[in-house]
T-cell receptor, first 111, second 113 residues
Framework: AQSVSQHNHHVILSEAASLELGCNYS??????LFWYVQYPGQHLQLLLK??????LVKGIKGFEAEFIKSKFSFNLRKPSVQWSDTAEYFC?????????FGIGTKLQVIP | DTGVSQNPRHKITKRGQNVTFRCDPI?????LYWYRQTLGQGPEFLTY????????KSRLLSDRFSAERPKGSFSTLEIQRTEQGDSAMYLC???????????FGPGTRLTVT
């Protein structure tokens, strides 16, 4: 069965700190990977996606993620977080048709 | 604006009542998904439509749940004989035919008392 694991459920960082959120997936076939963000009071929005090609993908607002096939991982990174990055972040994987989401990581950035 | 509207935004109902939610995506020619999200969890897949055809249903979708997408445009999700465990945010999302990027609506928050 397809599954997505997010390792950190709640992360607190100071502004300008670097961010890395872990995501591992399990699926035997070709997989598409996504990171979504949900800002307080807003709907889910796509941050970035990986379908094929360069395993290092860049998204909006300075975020990037690296697909490491051998580790079944798709970790999200940002070199320097801002207070406005406070949000909940969801990793997701699409196998055949269904998209499976991780439990989410709440990021709190302290000014 | 993700091009998806959901109505109502909030619904409070008593246990045992039936409720219906509606999702209106921006375009008819796309896939439409329903998810359920409870506190502290990510969205859980319920079902999806390719145009008007319902192609997959999760085991989470008990017999009390039914979804339709007449004419491949808007979609409805009905829950019969609601239970307190049905309290959640119900999300609708759509994708273009040639993509799997999902555009989410604001959701309908259901509270069953």
């Amino acid at each position: 069965a397809q599954s997505v694991s997010q390792h950190n459920h709640h992360v607190i960082l100071s502004e300008a700190a670097s961010l890395e959120l872990g995501c591992n997936y399990s699926y035997g076939g070709t997989v598409n990977l996504f990171w979504y963000v949900q800002y307080p009071g807003q709907h889910l929005q796509l941050l970035l996606k990986y379908f094929s090609g360069d395993p290092l993908v860049k998204g909006i607002k300075g975020f990037e993620a690296e697909f490491i096939k051998s580790k079944f991982s798709f970790n999200l990174r940002k070199p320097s977080v801002q207070w406005s990055d406070t949000a909940e972040y969801f990793c997701a994987a699409r196998g055949y048709q269904k998209v499976t989401f991780g439990i989410g990581t709440k990021l709190q950035v302290i000014p | 604006d993700t091009g998806v509207s959901q109505n109502p935004r909030h619904k409070i109902t008593k246990r045992g009542q039936n409720v219906t939610f509606r999702c209106d995506p921006i375009s008819e020619h796309n896939r439409l998904y329903w998810y359920r999200q409870t506190l502290g969890q990510g969205p859980e897949f319920l079902t999806y439509f390719q145009n008007e055809a319902q192609l997959e249903k999760s085991r989470l979708l008990s017999d009390r749940f039914s979804a339709e997408r007449p004419k491949g445009s808007f979609s409805t999700l009905e829950i019969q004989r609601t239970e307190q465990g049905d309290s959640a945010m119900y999300l609708c999302a759509w994708t273009r035919q040639d993509s799997y990027e999902q555009y989410f609506g604001p959701g309908t928050r259901l509270t069953v008392t």
